[in-house]
Nanobody
Framework: QVQLVESGGGLVQPGGSLRLSCAAS????????MGWYRRAPGEQLQLVVY???????NYGDSVKGRFTISRDNAKNTVYLQMNSLKPEDTAVYYC?????????WGQGTQVTVSS
Protein backbone atom coordinates (compact mmCIF):
# COMPACT_ATOMS: atom_id res chain seq x y z
CA GLN A 1 0.00 0.00 0.00
CA VAL A 2 1.18 3.48 -0.86
CA GLN A 3 0.65 6.51 1.34
CA LEU A 4 1.07 10.21 0.65
CA VAL A 5 1.80 12.35 3.69
CA GLU A 6 1.65 16.14 3.44
CA SER A 7 3.12 18.72 5.75
CA GLY A 8 3.80 22.43 5.86
CA GLY A 9 0.40 24.07 5.85
CA GLY A 10 -0.59 26.86 8.18
CA LEU A 11 -1.57 30.50 8.53
CA VAL A 12 0.32 33.17 6.61
CA GLN A 13 -0.24 36.83 5.88
CA PRO A 14 -0.96 38.06 2.35
CA GLY A 15 2.27 38.37 0.40
CA GLY A 16 3.94 35.72 2.49
CA SER A 17 5.34 32.31 1.61
CA LEU A 18 4.81 28.70 2.60
CA ARG A 19 6.39 25.45 1.55
CA LEU A 20 4.41 22.23 1.42
CA SER A 21 5.92 18.78 1.32
CA CYS A 22 4.45 15.46 0.20
CA ALA A 23 6.28 12.22 0.81
CA ALA A 24 5.23 8.97 -0.81
CA SER A 25 5.91 5.80 1.13
CA UNK A 26 5.18 2.11 0.85
CA UNK A 27 5.85 -0.37 -1.92
CA UNK A 28 6.71 1.94 -4.80
CA UNK A 29 7.93 0.58 -8.10
CA UNK A 30 7.17 3.55 -10.30
CA UNK A 31 6.01 7.13 -9.93
CA UNK A 32 4.37 8.37 -13.08
CA UNK A 33 3.63 11.81 -11.71
CA MET A 34 2.89 13.80 -8.58
CA GLY A 35 1.33 17.12 -7.86
CA TRP A 36 -1.07 19.23 -5.87
CA TYR A 37 -4.74 20.09 -6.00
CA ARG A 38 -6.70 22.36 -3.72
CA ARG A 39 -10.28 22.89 -2.61
CA ALA A 40 -11.44 26.22 -1.29
CA PRO A 41 -14.63 26.43 0.80
CA GLY A 42 -17.65 26.01 -1.46
CA GLU A 43 -15.47 25.46 -4.52
CA GLN A 44 -14.57 22.52 -6.71
CA LEU A 45 -11.26 20.74 -6.62
CA GLN A 46 -8.72 22.77 -8.58
CA LEU A 47 -5.39 21.85 -10.13
CA VAL A 48 -2.45 23.64 -8.57
CA VAL A 49 0.39 21.87 -10.32
CA TYR A 50 1.21 18.44 -11.67
CA UNK A 51 4.58 17.13 -12.80
CA UNK A 52 5.28 13.90 -14.66
CA UNK A 53 8.25 11.58 -14.47
CA UNK A 54 9.11 12.70 -17.97
CA UNK A 55 9.62 16.24 -16.74
CA UNK A 56 6.44 17.86 -17.98
CA UNK A 57 4.84 20.30 -15.56
CA ASN A 58 1.43 21.92 -15.70
CA TYR A 59 0.49 24.81 -13.40
CA GLY A 60 -2.98 26.13 -12.79
CA ASP A 61 -3.45 29.60 -14.25
CA SER A 62 -4.06 31.21 -10.89
CA VAL A 63 -0.70 30.15 -9.47
CA LYS A 64 1.62 30.58 -12.44
CA GLY A 65 4.63 32.69 -11.58
CA ARG A 66 4.01 32.40 -7.83
CA PHE A 67 4.14 28.68 -7.04
CA THR A 68 6.94 26.26 -7.89
CA ILE A 69 7.02 22.48 -7.65
CA SER A 70 10.23 20.56 -7.11
CA ARG A 71 11.07 16.91 -6.61
CA ASP A 72 13.52 14.83 -4.63
CA ASN A 73 13.37 11.51 -6.43
CA ALA A 74 15.61 9.77 -3.91
CA LYS A 75 13.08 10.58 -1.18
CA ASN A 76 9.94 10.14 -3.33
CA THR A 77 8.99 13.63 -2.22
CA VAL A 78 7.61 16.69 -3.94
CA TYR A 79 7.66 20.21 -2.59
CA LEU A 80 5.40 23.14 -3.36
CA GLN A 81 6.96 26.54 -2.79
CA MET A 82 4.20 29.13 -2.59
CA ASN A 83 5.18 32.79 -2.80
CA SER A 84 3.19 36.02 -2.95
CA LEU A 85 0.26 34.29 -1.31
CA LYS A 86 -3.18 35.82 -1.65
CA PRO A 87 -6.34 35.36 0.43
CA GLU A 88 -7.86 33.48 -2.51
CA ASP A 89 -5.15 30.84 -2.13
CA THR A 90 -6.84 29.78 1.10
CA ALA A 91 -7.82 26.13 0.68
CA VAL A 92 -7.12 22.58 1.70
CA TYR A 93 -4.19 21.41 -0.40
CA TYR A 94 -4.08 17.76 -1.41
CA CYS A 95 -1.10 15.86 -2.70
CA UNK A 96 -1.88 13.59 -5.63
CA UNK A 97 0.22 10.84 -7.13
CA UNK A 98 0.05 8.36 -9.96
CA UNK A 99 2.13 5.59 -8.45
CA UNK A 100 2.40 1.97 -9.57
CA UNK A 101 -0.28 2.87 -12.15
CA UNK A 102 -2.77 3.69 -9.40
CA UNK A 103 -4.00 7.01 -8.04
CA UNK A 104 -3.37 8.13 -4.49
CA TRP A 105 -4.35 11.17 -2.45
CA GLY A 106 -2.96 12.66 0.71
CA GLN A 107 -5.10 13.61 3.67
CA GLY A 108 -4.88 17.32 2.90
CA THR A 109 -3.26 20.25 4.65
CA GLN A 110 -4.93 23.57 5.37
CA VAL A 111 -3.41 26.77 4.02
CA THR A 112 -4.96 30.00 5.26
CA VAL A 113 -3.89 33.37 3.91
CA SER A 114 -5.20 36.14 6.11
CA SER A 115 -4.09 39.27 7.90
Amino acid sequence: QVQLVESGGGLVQPGGSLRLSCAASGRISSINGMGWYRRAPGEQLQLVVYTTSGGGTNYGDSVKGRFTISRDNAKNTVYLQMNSLKPEDTAVYYCYGQINYNEYWGQGTQVTVSS
